[in-house]
């Protein structure tokens, strides 16, 4: 069965860490771009960061110095380390998979709360 499997999120107080992690299932992992999504109330999904298959990381210019991602291809794993988390990173955040011409996989979302 083919899925994504988020967690770890949960509530943590300004300035606090937290590490997502995805565990994925029924495809070649490491052939997959993986990359975070997060959607706030009110506002569109976008991008937090991604990795390639060779582990090349990019992030939304507002979580750079903050996030982390890796991946663990023996444990078909993905990670966001997320440091110095501030009310503006609540969120549902949603781990996806990308193989070549096959559709995006979605995980089924994690919250993250950032509140006092």
């Known amino acids: 069965q083919v899925q994504l499997v988020e967690s770890g999120g949960g509530l943590v107080q300004p300035g606090g860490s937290l590490r997502l992690s995805c565990a994925a299932s029924?495809?070649?992992?490491?052939?997959?771009?993986m990359s975070w999504y997060r959607q706030a109330p009110g506002k569109e999904r976008e991008l937090v960061a991604a990795?390639?298959?060779?582990?090349?990381?990019d992030y939304v210019d507002s979580v750079k110095g903050r996030f982390t991602i890796s991946r663990d291809n023996a444990k078909n794993t993905v990670y966001l380390q997320m440091n110095a988390l501030k009310a503006e990173d609540t969120a549902v955040y949603y781990c996806?998979?990308?193989?070549?011409?096959?559709?995006?996989?979605w995980g089924q979302g994690t919250q993250v709360t950032v509140s006092s």
């Open positions: 029924g495809f070649t992992f490491s052939s997959a771009v």
């Open positions: 990795i390639s298959r060779v582990s090349v990381t």
């Open positions: 996806k998979g990308r193989l070549p011409f096959k559709p995006d996989l």
